[in-house]
Each structure stands twice: as C-alpha cells, then as structure tokens.
C-alpha cells in the first residue's frame, strides 16, 4: 500500500512538472511550446498556463508637427513663404520653421521685430546679402560666420567673389549666422607695423603686376568692380611660393578663384595664392617661407596665366608695400 501511494505521488509530480515546463515555454515564446489548452489536456497536470495576449500592432511614426521644437527644422522648401496671421509673434513664426528670430529678420531684411497682419514672410532659411561699395567676400563672410570656400559654393553664378559689384545679391550657406564676427575688422595697426618690417614677405612668384588693388574694370564684366589683392603675370607653370612661413589652411578649388591655397600665419594673418594650375601643398602641411605650394595656371575667372595674391589682416589689404 505504502508503494502504490509512493508511486501516484510520483505520477502526479511528474505530470505537474511536464505541465509546468510547457507552460514556461509559452509564455518565453518558444516555437516548441503547445499552449495553455494542451497544457490542461496533459494527465494529471495542474492549472493550466494561459498564453499570452498578442501585442498590439506598432503605430506608424507620425509626421512631425511644424510648431515642434527649434531646431527640429532649418526653414521651409525653397521659396516658401508665410503669410502673418492675427496674434502672430516674428518669434513664434520663428520657431515654427525651426529659424532663430535673427535668420528670419536677415533673410526678410527687416530692422526689428515688429511684423504685421498679411506681411509675407521668406522662411526658407536662406539669408541673401547685398554688397555694400567697398565691401569683399572676406568681410561678408566674416560678417555671417562661414568660410570663404562655402561662401562660393551657394553663388556658382558670381564670376569672381574677388571682384564683388556694390548692390549684387549673394547667398549664404545654411547655418549662417548673422553679425557672428562684425563687418570684417580693420586691421590692427602693430600688426601692420610688424607685417612692414624687412623680410617677413618675399614675392611670391617671379613676374609683373598686371593689376593693382582697389577698384577697377573687370575683365570679364566689363564693370567696375573692387580688386582685393594684385594680379602678377607670369608664364604657366612658373613656381608659386610662400611669401611667409605659415600652416596650409585651404588647398584646392574655389570657385572664380580657380585652384587655392590660403596660407595661415602665427599673427593671424592669411595669404592666398589663386587661379594655379597645379597644387603642390596639402591642408594642415606647415610650409617655409619661399616653398614652392603651387604652379602658376588660370585655373577659375582668369583671362590668362597669373598669379592672384592677396594679404589678408582681418580684411585683405593692399599687398604692394609690403613686398620687397
């Protein structure tokens, strides 16, 4: 009797553990396990493990909204505009397109904040410029934040960013921030005294100057337009070097510009060396005071074989009395 008491007790431990193991695969999802129904099914088995319920369908992300966060946005398409409605802020429009009220005022041209019921309003995020008498690529792209190179490459239709005409229209790249270093500073008078001092620059190509700083006629407009460094005529291939020792900041093309290199020295100041035919330097390659960085070409806006130098302390200035 003590046997077979021993023997159903065993039959039904059993029964519950096969029960409870199949109950466990279930519920982790194992391909193998039958379910709570085959689970009560099973002889001698205990309560049956329910399976669980599906789980609901994932929802389809949803557009974002366009009075979301800033940033979440960095304008409208091309050309969109928006219409001020009742109650409207310019800071509320604003940050419905994802613009800081600064972007929206320069790329609408406005002096403050004060908007009005029906004004139409750009808010593509793209800030233009127009060039003031006197004004260079150098200073409008100090002025907004952005790079010389990035500066040409939203205007491929300017002939040449080193000849800008007074009330022309430019661009600017995306991220541009308006008033993020001034309007260009005027050099600082020791470093023009330092940069005066015999030896700190040598020529840097063997030739004449065929075109002078300051204003002129441009070649290839036929209007009077503002040179910001000296053209020296050389024969094409004739080597370019560096008028100072400096770090190669830019090397390759830009735009009217033609194949560059911009020289970065220890005081600030930049050199720039334009229209090549060949590169000989690379970015970040520190380079003495008469290397060979380039080959004379006529490369981008050039009507022919030259060298096109500019010394720039905060603004380019004239390069000719600086060199010996």
């Keep these: 009797m003590p046997a077979l008491v021993l023997a159903m007790a065993l039959g039904w431990w059993t029964g519950a553990r096969a029960a409870a193991g199949r109950g466990d695969r279930q519920a982790a999802g194992d391909p193998g396990g039958t379910g709570g129904a085959a689970a009560a099914e099973a002889p001698g088995a205990g309560p049956a493990v329910p399976a669980l319920a599906p789980l609901p369908p994932a929802k389809p992300p949803q557009p974002a909204?366009?009075?979301?966060?800033?940033?979440?946005?960095?304008?409208?398409?091309?050309?969109?505009?928006?219409?001020?409605?009742?109650?409207?802020?310019?800071?509320?429009?604003?940050?419905?397109?994802?613009?800081?009220p600064d972007v929206l005022m320069a790329v609408n041209g406005l002096q403050d904040e004060r908007i009005y019921v029906g004004q139409v309003l750009v808010v593509d995020g793209q800030i233009r410029h127009e060039v003031q008498v006197g004004e260079t690529a150098w200073e409008?792209?100090?002025?907004?934040?952005?790079?010389?190179?990035?500066?040409?490459?939203?205007?491929?239709?300017?002939?040449?960013?080193?000849?800008?005409?007074?009330?022309?229209?430019?661009?600017?790249?995306?991220?541009?921030?308006p008033g993020a270093r001034g309007s260009g500073p005027e050099p600082d008078r020791a470093v023009l005294a330092a940069l005066a001092r015999p030896g700190t620059f040598v020529w840097p190509a063997q030739g004449s100057i065929s075109d002078g700083y300051g204003y002129r006629i441009h070649?290839?407009?036929?209007?009077?337009?503002?040179?910001?460094?000296?053209?020296?005529?050389?024969?094409?291939?004739?080597?370019?070097r560096a008028a100072r020792a400096g770090t190669v900041g830019f090397a390759g093309w830009l735009h009217g510009y033609g194949n560059t290199v911009i020289l970065d020295h220890p005081d600030g100041t930049r050199t720039l060396y334009a229209h090549a035919s060949r590169l000989e330097v690379r970015e970040g390659k520190r380079v003495a005071q008469g290397e060979v960085i380039a080959r004379v070409g006529s490369t981008g806006n050039s009507t022919g074989p030259h060298l096109h130098f500019e010394i720039i302390a905060g603004r380019p200035i004239d390069p000719e009395p600086y060199l010996p």
């Design 219 to 240: 070649p290839l407009t036929g209007r009077q337009a503002f040179h910001t460094g000296i053209d020296i005529a050389a024969d094409a291939g004739t080597p370019i």
């Design 65 to 100: 909204s366009r009075g979301g966060a800033p940033g979440h946005r960095t304008g409208g398409r091309p050309g969109e505009t928006h219409v001020v409605r009742q109650g409207e802020t310019l800071y509320g429009i604003a940050r419905q397109y994802g613009l800081t």
């Design 140 to 177: 409008i792209a100090q002025r907004y934040g952005v790079t010389l190179a990035a500066l040409a490459g939203v205007n491929p239709d300017v002939p040449d960013l080193g000849r800008l005409q007074a009330g022309q229209v430019l661009l600017l790249p995306r991220g541009a921030r």
